[in-house]
C-alpha cells in the first residue's frame, strides 16, 4: 500500500490523477489510499510524514507549489515528489527540491502509467533506509544517507542530518537499532556516527564536515577497522 496525496485546487484535475491511481491499480499488483488536498497552505499545515507520494499543482493560490515544497523538504527530505503543471519550464524548477518527475496537463493515461510505475520503484528502494522520528513538533522522515550523526544527551537523541537537526525522546539503543551496523559505529557513548560522513582522523578527533567529534580510546581501534572496512581499505 502506498498514501498519496494530491495536491491541487482544481476538482476535475484532482478527481482525473485519482481516477488515473485507482486504474493503474487495478492494471498491477499496487494498491493506493490517496488524500487530495485543495490547498496547499492546508496541506502542510496537517502535514504528517507517512505519504510515499505526493502530486503537487504548481499553479497554488496563495503559496504555489514550489513554495509549499521548500517548505514539505524542511521535514520529509525522502517522500516522492511529482509536480504536476501546464507548463514544462516549471515543473523543471521542481528538481531543485529533488522531484522524482513532473507530469504536464492535460494528463493522459499512457504516460501517466509509464511515470508512476518509475516513481513507485523509487519509493521501494527508499522504504528500506529511511528513517522517521516523533519530535515535539511532530513527526519528521529523511534518509539514513542523510544522517551525519546521532548524539545522546541524557534520554534525548539528536539526529543531525544535511537537512539540519532533529531531537525526539530516546535511548543510544534505539537509534542504534535503526541503522546498519556496517555503517553507523558508535566512537563513544554518546555519539554514534555515519561512516560515510567521515573525512578525517587527527588522534582522537573525528572530523565530518565542519563537525569534530572525540573518540574514546576504548573504542578507536574498532572505529578505525570499522572505518577502513567500510571503505574496503586494510588500514595498514
Same mark, same amino acid.
Given at each position: 500500500?502506498? $498514501?498519496?496525496?494530491? *495536491? #491541487?485546487?482544481?476538482k476535475? =484535475?484532482?478527481?482525473?490523477?485519482? =481516477?488515473f491511481? /485507482?486504474r493503474?491499480a487495478?492494471?498491477s499488483?499496487v ?11 492546508k496541506f502542510?499545515? %496537517? ?6 507520494i505526493?502530486?503537487?499543482?504548481i499553479d ?7 513554495e509549499i515544497?521548500?517548505?514539505l523538504? !524542511?521535514?520529509?527530505?525522502t517522500?516522492a515528489l511529482?509536480f504536476?503543471?501546464n ?5 523543471i524548477n ?7 518527475d513532473?507530469?504536464l496537463?492535460p494528463l !493522459?493515461? &499512457? ?11 523509487r519509493?521501494?528502494? &527508499?522504504r =528500506?533506509n529511511?528513517?522517521?522520528?516523533k519530535t515535539?513538533?511532530? #513527526?519528521?522522515?529523511?534518509s539514513s ?7 545522546? $544527551?541524557?534520554h534525548?537523541?539528536?539526529?543531525? %542530518?544535511?537537512?539540519g537537526?532533529y531531537t ?10 535503526q541503522?546498519s551496523? =556496517? #555503517?553507523f559505529?558508535?566512537?563513544?557513548s554518546?555519539y554514534?556516527?555515519?561512516l560515510?560522513? *567521515? %573525512?578525517?582522523i ?9 563537525y569534530?567529534?572525540?573518540i574514546? &580510546?576504548?573504542?578507536? !581501534?574498532k572505529?578505525i577497522?570499522?572505518l /577502513?572496512a567500510?571503505y574496503?581499505?586494510?588500514? !595498514?
Amino acid at each position: 500500500m502506498f $498514501n498519496v496525496a494530491i *495536491v #491541487e485546487d482544481d476538482k476535475k =484535475e484532482a478527481d482525473r490523477l485519482a =481516477e488515473f491511481l /485507482h486504474r493503474y491499480a487495478q492494471d498491477s499488483d499496487v494498491r493506493f489510499n490517496v488524500k487530495i488536498f485543495d490547498s496547499g497552505i492546508k496541506f502542510l499545515d %496537517t502535514y504528517q510524514a507517512n505519504y510515499d507520494i505526493i502530486f503537487m499543482d504548481i499553479d497554488l493560490p496563495a503559496l504555489n507549489g514550489l513554495e509549499i515544497s521548500r517548505e514539505l523538504r !524542511k521535514i520529509d527530505s525522502t517522500v516522492a515528489l511529482v509536480f504536476v503543471t501546464n507548463l514544462a519550464q516549471f515543473a523543471i524548477n521542481g528538481y531543485e527540491f529533488d522531484a522524482s518527475d513532473y507530469m504536464l496537463k492535460p494528463l !493522459k493515461y &499512457h504516460s501517466f502509467s509509464l511515470k508512476i510505475k518509475k516513481v513507485i520503484n523509487r519509493c521501494r528502494r &527508499h522504504r =528500506e533506509n529511511e528513517i522517521m522520528i516523533k519530535t515535539s513538533n511532530g #513527526e519528521v522522515r529523511f534518509s539514513s544517507a542523510a544522517v551525519i550523526f546521532v548524539e545522546v $544527551n541524557l534520554h534525548n537523541v539528536t539526529y543531525h %542530518t544535511e537537512q539540519g537537526d532533529y531531537t525526539a525522546y530516546g535511548t543510544m539503543k534505539q537509534a542504534a537499532a535503526q541503522f546498519s551496523p =556496517e #555503517e553507523f559505529v558508535l566512537c563513544n557513548s554518546c555519539y554514534l556516527v555515519n561512516l560515510r560522513h *567521515v %573525512t578525517g582522523i587527527d588522534g582522537y578527533l573525528i572530523s565530518l564536515g565542519e563537525y569534530q567529534l572525540v573518540i574514546s &580510546h576504548p573504542k578507536r !581501534k574498532k572505529f578505525i577497522e570499522a572505518l /577502513h572496512a567500510y571503505y574496503g581499505t586494510s588500514g !595498514k
